[in-house]
């Protein structure tokens, strides 16, 4: 079955550690989007992707990176320096502009 | 710069009860409009979209209609159901989202 895949579903971090989120896509989409989701607000932009070896930031890529080395594959790495980073993140692609399908999300919690 | 703004919630509504959920934009160009929906501890789905002015997008008896002349894209359904019940996004293209409804429908 196609779709995109995140994983972990539940993250916990400790303060001043560096933390991988994976999002995986078997679409043969060419961009893919990072999102961050807190509690009673929509959906920001984190970074994206149009094209492999290429990202631009979103609204709030401060503290944030990404890499995408292969099509299928767009991992966020939530670094040290992201000062809030408990939160809900969420992985979509899509071809142009027709549709975005997310995944299911990875709740990131710091302890 | 582009902007989505939604109509604030909660909304509760009984059963079988009218819905609209505001949703106004502000962009260059003429982007597509989105409708999406997320049921508890999920991602989002796709529910409806359309891509250019006076379109109508509609799914399970959800419809909103992309309104040029207002920057509107509102969403209606005439007849709820309990399993309706979930947070709904209106989206400029990908780049931007309102902050979200939250729709309770009781029995």
């Known amino acids: 079955d196609g779709g995109i895949t995140q994983s972990p579903k539940y993250l916990f971090r400790k303060e001043g550690q560096n933390v991988t989120l994976s999002c995986e896509q078997n679409?043969?989409?060419?961009?893919m989007y990072w999102y961050r989701q807190d509690p009673g607000q929509g959906l920001r932009l984190i970074y994206y992707?149009?094209?492999?070896?290429?990202?631009q930031k979103g609204d709030i890529a401060e503290g944030y990176s990404v890499s995408r080395e292969k099509k299928e594959s767009f991992p966020l790495t939530v670094t040290s320096a992201q000062k809030n980073p408990t939160a809900f993140y969420l992985c979509?692609?899509?071809?142009?502009?027709?549709?975005?399908?997310f995944g299911q999300g990875t709740r990131l919690t710091v302890v | 710069g582009d902007s989505v703004t939604q109509m604030e919630g909660p909304v509760t509504l009984s059963e079988e009860a009218f819905l609209t959920i505001n949703c106004t934009y502000t962009?260059?160009?003429?982007?597509?409009l989105f409708w999406y929906v997320q049921y508890p501890g999920e991602g989002l789905q796709l529910l409806l979209k359309?891509?250019?002015?006076?379109d109508k997008g509609s799914n399970k008896g959800f419809e909103a209609t992309y309104r040029k002349e207002t920057t509107s894209f509102h969403l209606e359904k005439g007849s709820v159901q309990v399993s309706d019940s979930a947070v709904y996004f209106c989206?400029?293209?990908?780049?931007?989202f309102g902050a979200g409804t939250r729709l309770t429908v009781k029995p």
């Open positions: 962009a260059t160009g003429y982007p597509s």
């Open positions: 359309a891509t250019k002015a006076d």
């Open positions: 679409l043969n989409h060419d961009a």
């Open positions: 979509a692609s899509s071809i142009g502009t027709v549709d975005a399908f």
């Open positions: 989206a400029l293209s990908f780049m931007r």
């Open positions: 992707s149009q094209i492999v070896n290429d990202f």
